[in-house]
Structures are given as structure tokens and as C-alpha cells.
């Protein structure tokens, strides 16, 4: 049970180059996100799936697109990389607690710089 | 639009003393409420969830929340050098499963 899981774990690009951040879970969880962290800004919310099919925007949308794959993956797609998109980014997934409510468990990260 | 905020930091406490982390929230239908921990360059981990008012205790964690005053606080009893890391507010409001988080109070416990 590998839990969430991202690649790539480190990015450089240059302006303008697209890439897409990969990220997979193996807790059977309906509900995934994309967070950005930067420094003092805390975690912010680019995109949220409630479940297989669907795709929300969240707090700082602009600049991304995202495809839910399936009910395992949940991808992150910069078309055209820009210099204010260098962040960690952390992919999420939803699932229960003890006591029925539920929770996040976010994967490992991935650190993306734009020069 | 939903807040949460942590504004005390960063925090230092020597080694077994107590470390009392703070959040207040604004979204009075906040359900749950969840205290992540988060090492430099890791990512975060759930440490405490609590959902009703008063204390709940977990080892040497204790969270406690306060719906009227629509404050969370987390304390760290006999704190340890390994405790020392950026502590992440979540409040979740509504039937999704969103989370709002806090931008993190860091702490630094000294030997």
C-alpha cells in the first residue's frame, strides 16, 4: 500500500515549456487534490475531483488544467510554464477516519522550478 | 471567504516544555478540524482531528476547540528537538471534503 504517490519528485523547466505532474493513489478514495505551497502563503488549492469524472476549480486555478484519469489518478497539466508557478506542488486524496468523518494524505511533493 | 488563521510565530520552547500552537477559524458551520504536522521538505501528516468541543487527547498532544469563540489550539506537552517542524490548521466546512488550511505556525524546540 504505497499510499499517494507523485512523479516526477523534482522539475526544472524554462518559461514556457508545459509539463504534467503525475499522481496516484491505491486507498480506493473518491475525492483528489492539487495544492501549491509557497513560502508564507501556506497550502493553497488549484483544483479539486470529488469523484472519477469530475473536476473543480479551487483558489489559484489559472495557469493549470487537470484530468482525472480514472479513480487512481489525478494529473496536473502547466501548459505554459511561468516563473511565478515555481512552487511545491502536493497531490491529495480524501478518505475516512475512525469516527466516520473524513481527512487528507497528501503525497511526497514535487519541487518545480521555472527559470 | 473561509479563514483560518495561525498568527503567532515562529515558536520556540526548550526541550519538555509545553507548546501551545494557536488557529482561529471564521466560518461558524466549520464541522471538523484537523492539526497537520509538516517537517522541512516533507510533506504534511495528520497528527490530531477533533471535532466537538473540549479537549481531546493523543499521547502527548492534546487538541482543543472552542466552537463559540471559533478557536483550535494544539499543545505539545514535554516537547521534544524532534517535534520541531511547521504545524498546519485544516478546517473542514460543508459536506464536501474540502479542506481550508492555515499558512503554519513553525516550531522549534531547543535542547
Known amino acids: 500500500n504505497a499510499g499517494v504517490t507523485q512523479t516526477p519528485k523534482f522539475q526544472v523547466l524554462k518559461t514556457g515549456q508545459s509539463m504534467t505532474l503525475q499522481c496516484a493513489q491505491d486507498?480506493?478514495?473518491?475525492?483528489m487534490y492539487w495544492y501549491r505551497q509557497d513560502p508564507g502563503m501556506g497550502l493553497r488549492l488549484i483544483y479539486y475531483?470529488?469523484?472519477?469524472?469530475?473536476?473543480d476549480k479551487g483558489e489559484v486555478p489559472n495557469g493549470y488544467n487537470v484530468s482525472r484519469l480514472n479513480k487512481r489518478e489525478f494529473s496536473l497539466r502547466l501548459e505554459s510554464a511561468a516563473p511565478s508557478q515555481t512552487s511545491v506542488y502536493f497531490c491529495?486524496?480524501?478518505?475516512?477516519?475512525?469516527?466516520?468523518?473524513?481527512?487528507?494524505?497528501f503525497g511526497p511533493g514535487t519541487r518545480l522550478t521555472v527559470l | 471567504q473561509k479563514e483560518v488563521e495561525q498568527n503567532s510565530g515562529p515558536l520556540s520552547v526548550p526541550e519538555g516544555a509545553i507548546a501551545s500552537l494557536n488557529c482561529t477559524y471564521s466560518?461558524?458551520?466549520?464541522?471538523?478540524f484537523f492539526w497537520y504536522r509538516q517537517y522541512s521538505g516533507k510533506s504534511p501528516e495528520l497528527i490530531m482531528s477533533?471535532?466537538?468541543?473540549g479537549d481531546k487527547e493523543d499521547g502527548r498532544f492534546t487538541a482543543q476547540l472552542n466552537k463559540a469563540s471559533q478557536y483550535v489550539s494544539l499543545l505539545i506537552r514535554d516537547s521534544q528537538p524532534s517535534d520541531s517542524a511547521t504545524y498546519l490548521c485544516?478546517?473542514?466546512?460543508?459536506?464536501?471534503?474540502?479542506?481550508?488550511f492555515g499558512k503554519g505556525i513553525t516550531l522549534s524546540v531547543r535542547p
Open positions: 491529495a486524496s480524501s478518505g475516512l477516519l475512525a469516527g466516520g468523518t473524513d481527512t487528507q494524505y
Open positions: 486507498m480506493n478514495h473518491n475525492s
Open positions: 475531483s470529488a469523484s472519477e469524472g469530475t473536476t
Open positions: 466560518d461558524r458551520g466549520s464541522q471538523s
Open positions: 477533533i471535532y466537538s468541543n
Open positions: 485544516a478546517v473542514r466546512t460543508g459536506a464536501n471534503s474540502k479542506l481550508t
